[in-house]
């Protein structure tokens, strides 16, 4: 039987954020890092490796001065107008990111899996599955993709290590001609995708005080086990394809796996899992109907993010409303008040996640996004919550008031 106490192991917390690192990363960057960087693009990912770690630290010393969850440790220490102003950049950067995910997972669903369906109606059928998966808390979420972590990378590998036997290594030729400059902004653009470690400083309310050391070395080795995974996809995919026509290319680690001929029985077999993708009245086209493994993993980056957009909305909520002078009392995300706001901070962070994402697909969004993670949200992740916690220093835990 399982235990409900809204608790994780490290070792969901290693699998969950293994899955947070990779989601979005193996299919938007090995593109983006090809015009950045060309054939640099592993001294790039190991770049953005170490300046991930450095973060990784920074969080970590900010989290034993914080002694709680982000949330908690904002509401408790804050004036109500800073807790408000915190929470809402915080949900602002979640719902963002989650909105993006979910843009680009149904913009692959409906231009190479079931072509001529509606993008919104694509986007509604993510979110509404992605709102229900959240809704039994972080604790289900980690057993599922705990079960899921082998099931879906042994596949995984195998198919990469398939992929490797056809690498040109004429591809890899100016593997060392790249100026710095380009090698340091390709490890800026690969910090970029690993900005979910941020997400670290909410877990305190998920595991106990006593294993939050071992919680950080888990994070830690879900960073490096990430940068493998990168640096493994950038070698095959440009080998595969040559930096001018990677760069060029929108998902190439889908086009890869569904280039993919396996061979043999068993792997025939696997191909037939890896093809099973038809959905009840869609067609299924192609070019991406092996690429099924990526999806799971970009449909766990959109859940955790819409699972803390949830969250901030109603820590929000309890500011508005007045129960956090309640709350700053209590145990945080865990209180009464809060569980009694789980509908309705979903049904929010369903409708804005889904309105951001529309105006991706139609609006100018996408334009913006990436100025937007360089220089607005990057740095602020940066520097509020270390002025959350110099400015939560000065303030008593007690009753606030307005000013």
Known sequence: MFSNNNRISTRQVFRLFVFDFIG????????????????????????????????????????????????????????????????????????????????????????????????????????AVAAYAIQSGIESRARVYESLFWVLFVPLFL????????????????????????????????????????????????????AQ????????????????????????????FGERAMAKMRYPALTLMSNIHLRGSFL??????????????????????KAVIPFFTLFAFINVFLFYAKQLIAAIGGEFTGHGNAERQGDGLKMQKEKNAKVWSTIIAFLLVFVVAEGFCYGSFAEWFEGYMTYVA??????????????????????????
């Not at 690498?167 to 690969?190: C, D, K, M, Q, R």
């Not at 493998?228 to 595969?240: H, M, P």
């Not at 940066?382 to 000013?403: A, C, D, E, F």
């Open 268 to 289: 025939k077999r696997l191909d037939a899992f890896l093809r099973t993708t038809e959905l009840a009245g869609m067609n299924v086209t192609i070019p991406y109907k």
């Open 24 to 127: 979005m990363s193996t299919l938007v960057l090995p593109a983006k890092l090809a015009g950045t960087s060309g054939c640099a693009g592993v001294f790039a990912i190991v770049a953005g490796g170490l300046f991930a770690s450095l973060y990784l630290w920074y969080l970590a010393w900010i989290m034993n001065r914080m002694d709680s969850d982000l949330i908690t440790y904002v509401r408790q220490s804050l004036p109500r107008w800073g807790a408000l102003v915190m929470l809402c950049f915080f949900a602002a950067y979640c719902i963002l990111e989650a909105s993006y995910g979910a843009y680009i997972f149904a913009d692959v669903m409906r231009k190479g899996l079931v072509g001529g369906e509606s993008y919104t109606l694509l986007l509604l059928l993510i979110l």
């Open 213 to 240: 050391k071992k919680m950080v070395a888990a994070v830690y080795r879900a960073l490096w086990v990430a940068v493998l995974v990168f640096i493994v996809f950038d070698l095959i995919l440009l080998g595969s």
């Open 159 to 210: 198919l990469l290590w398939i992929a490797a036997s056809d690498v040109n290594t004429i591809y890899l030729h100016s593997f060392f001609t790249t100026p710095v400059s380009e090698v340091a902004g390709g490890g800026l653009l690969v910090f970029e995708y690993l900005m979910p470690m941020f997400l670290v400083l909410f877990f305190p309310a998920y595991v106990k005080k006593d």
């Open 378 to 403: 990057i740095p602020l992740l940066i520097l509020l919550p270390l002025i959350i916690v110099v400015w939560g220093k000065y303030r008593k835990t007690g009753n606030r008031s307005l000013q």
